[in-house]
């Protein structure tokens, strides 16, 4: 899968409220799906090796470190605005890109790069968890639920993501999620099929 989304895409805040209202919802409603299979589905481990975590789980943990530091630095970002005077100031992000101007404090363009690859990192984990093959129904229910309640939050996931190796239609984090979700149900419990 080779995944691409724009940065810093133009927020329509109350599509957005209603969007992520609805994947918490879809994905909430996914985990229900999915604690009514039995777990004699779930696939195990070969004879003789033991069972890995999967991967997912460490993604889930990552993004969750990942928007604590955006969230971290989005504050500092915000105490900067405050506390430097808008003429020493100049330089911002945009596009994923910092633009930095001589005249800037240095505190500032730091604030700027800080935010800027933090938030892009959370993005990162965030396609990484597209990505990465689930190999249990463990790991779907997490992910399932981790999108949820990331999203009912009102946190926001990466918006406008591209696969170009299936189409070139730009579609919503949870949405890619919920193609994963079914693929991988159909893969671990090929009686759903």
């Given at each position: 899968?080779?995944?691409?989304?724009?940065?810093?895409?133009?927020?329509?805040?109350?599509?957005?409220?209603?969007?992520?209202?609805?994947?918490?919802?879809?994905?909430?409603?996914?985990?229900?799906?999915?604690?009514?299979i039995?777990?004699?589905?779930?696939?195990?481990?070969?004879?003789?090796?033991?069972?890995?975590?999967?991967?997912?789980?460490?993604?889930?943990?990552?993004?969750?470190?990942?928007?604590?530091?955006?969230?971290?630095?989005?504050?500092?970002?915000?105490?900067?605005?405050?506390?430097?005077?808008?003429?020493?100031?100049?330089?911002?992000?945009?596009?994923?890109?910092?633009?930095?101007?001589?005249?800037d404090?240095?505190?500032?363009?730091?604030?700027?790069?800080?935010?800027?690859?933090?938030?892009?990192?959370?993005?990162?984990?965030?396609?990484?968890?597209?990505?990465?093959?689930?190999?249990?129904?463990?790991?779907?229910?997490?992910?399932?639920?981790?999108?949820?309640?990331?999203?009912?939050?009102?946190?926001?996931?990466?918006?406008?993501?591209?696969?170009?190796?299936?189409?070139?239609?730009?579609?919503?984090w949870?949405?890619?999620v919920?193609i994963?979700a079914?693929?991988?149900?159909?893969?671990?419990?090929?009686?759903?099929?």
């Open positions: 899968m080779t995944l691409s989304i724009p940065t810093f895409p133009p927020v329509d805040p109350t599509r957005r409220a209603f969007l992520s209202q609805a994947a918490g919802v879809a994905a909430g409603g996914a985990v229900l799906a999915l604690a009514t039995p777990p004699t589905l779930a696939v195990a481990a070969p004879a003789g090796t033991a069972a890995k975590p999967d991967p997912i789980l460490t993604l889930i943990a990552d993004h969750k470190a990942a928007i604590a530091a955006t969230d971290d630095a989005m504050h500092h970002y915000g105490l900067m605005e405050e506390s430097i005077s808008e003429d020493q100031r100049q330089g911002d992000m945009s596009g994923g890109e910092v633009t930095e101007v001589a005249t404090d240095p505190r500032w363009t730091a604030a700027c790069h800080r935010f800027n690859e933090a938030f892009r990192k959370s993005d990162e984990i965030a396609l990484a968890m597209l990505d990465a093959p689930i190999s249990s129904l463990e790991g779907l229910a997490a992910l399932m639920a981790y999108a949820g309640e990331h999203t009912l939050q009102g946190l926001l996931f990466p918006e406008g993501i591209i696969d170009d190796t299936i189409d070139e239609k730009p579609r919503d949870i949405e890619w919920l994963k079914a693929t991988t149900v159909r893969q671990l419990c090929p009686v759903v099929s």
